[in-house]
């Protein structure tokens, strides 16, 4: 079955440290989601892209986040710089317009 | 905005048991779609079924249904013959069906299948 591919999977990083999460979707799909999940918050919405256009990132804290597709095969979400605070899960998904999508096994992150 | 309520934050059933998990939902669209994610202690998300509001048949998928309730904005779950391997959290989903293409999740319940 085809996946979508984070990495890493476990990061641990020292608050004030730049945090490069990355995502390989699957391939032929158009749209890319990046999604946090805490225990307070549960699973939030932070950007999508389609066609590799960033289409929403009003979920994004805008100083320290940003979201980027620098090609098709390609997702990346860095923070910097990072903080407790956003020690988290975040997933990537993929899809097809009208369609389900395809979850990654998720980046855990913790800022200490 | 959107809104999705689960309201059952924790279940338990005993194994080949039948279990409903109750979802609602809050949106003045006509047009969606709804899902149900599981997500499993390996944290991976796995999309266990999908329905499309325009569709009035009932989704299923093996020993999993749903229950579409449209004027009610209702959407169950129903899990037939429950197995130790159905131990998970679980997520309801909206996706408006035109705009806005990302998820609104409720907060999940955490079903416990005992043996």
């Known amino acids: 079955d085809a996946r979508v591919t984070q990495t890493p999977r476990d990061k641990v990083t020292e608050m004030g440290q730049e945090v490069t999460m990355r995502c390989q979707p699957i391939?032929?799909?158009?749209?890319v989601f990046w999604y946090r999940q805490t225990m307070m918050q549960g699973l939030e919405l932070l950007a999508y892209?389609?066609?590799?256009?960033?289409l929403d990132d009003s979920g994004m804290p805008k100083d320290r986040f940003s979201a980027e597709m620098p090609d098709a095969t390609l997702a990346t979400l860095k923070i910097q710089p990072s903080e407790p605070r956003d020690s988290a899960v975040y997933f990537c998904?993929?899809?097809?317009w009208g369609g389900g999508y395809t979850f990654g096994s998720g980046t855990r992150l913790t800022v200490v | 905005a959107q809104t999705v309520t689960q309201s059952q934050p924790e279940m338990s059933v005993q194994e080949a048991e039948t279990v409903t998990l109750s979802c609602t939902y809050d949106?003045?669209?006509?047009?969606?779609?709804l899902f149900w994610y599981k997500q499993p202690p390996s944290r991976q998300m796995i999309l266990v079924i999908r329905?499309?509001?325009?569709?009035?048949q009932n989704a299923t998928e093996n020993r999993f249904s749903v229950n579409f309730q449209k004027a009610a904005k209702s959407f169950s779950l129903k899990i037939s013959d429950s197995q130790l391997g159905d131990t998970a959290m679980y997520f309801c989903?909206?996706?408006?069906?035109?705009?806005?293409?990302?998820?609104?999740f409720g907060k999940g319940t955490h079903l416990i299948i005992q043996p």
């Open positions: 998904a993929s899809g097809l």
């Open positions: 949106t003045s669209e006509s047009n969606y779609y």
């Open positions: 329905q499309e509001a325009y569709k009035q």
């Open positions: 989903a909206f996706r408006s069906g035109g705009g806005a293409d990302g998820l609104t």
């Open positions: 391939l032929g799909h158009n749209t």
């Open positions: 892209f389609r066609n590799r256009a960033p």
